[in-house]
């Protein structure tokens, strides 16, 4: 697994925790609450990290954060992506394990892991 390492707060904050974020509110099946008990603990790291690497005139210097990169993966059916975002390698294979039961052919589903550049 490679780690990213964000050069500012703010491209922390703007790729990765706002990544993670949308993730969180598209899922329709987690209610209010429950978003808020995903999101609330990784400002809280972002919010405490940033705290630690403040200089002297209270402003946050350019802080170096490692997150390490996750693997992404999509599922393919007949050449059509049925992902709405990547998913983990077990939900991949759980979408393409349901496909299969629904009938599909093993060479008409496939997994594919994204790889970013």
């Not at 904050?13 to 609450?33: A, F, V």
């Not at 990290?49 to 393919?76: D, R």
């Not at 393409?96 to 008409?108: R, S």
Request: a negative charge; aromatic letters at 12%.
């Amino acid at each position: 697994m490679r780690v990213n390492y964000f050069k500012t707060d703010q491209l922390f904050h703007s790729y990765y925790l706002g990544q993670l974020e949308d993730c969180i509110e598209q899922n329709s099946k987690l209610t209010r609450n429950q978003k808020d008990k995903l999101i609330k603990p990784l400002y809280r790291f972002y919010e405490d990290t940033k705290k630690n690497y403040l200089n002297h005139n209270g402003k946050a210097k350019n802080i170096i954060m490692p997150v390490k990169e996750v693997e992404q993966w999509t599922v393919w059916v007949g050449g059509t992506e049925v992902t709405d975002n990547y998913v983990d390698r077990d939900t991949a294979d759980s979408i393409l394990t349901d496909y299969l039961h629904q009938g599909y052919d093993e060479k008409d589903v496939w997994i594919e892991e994204v790889k970013n550049d």
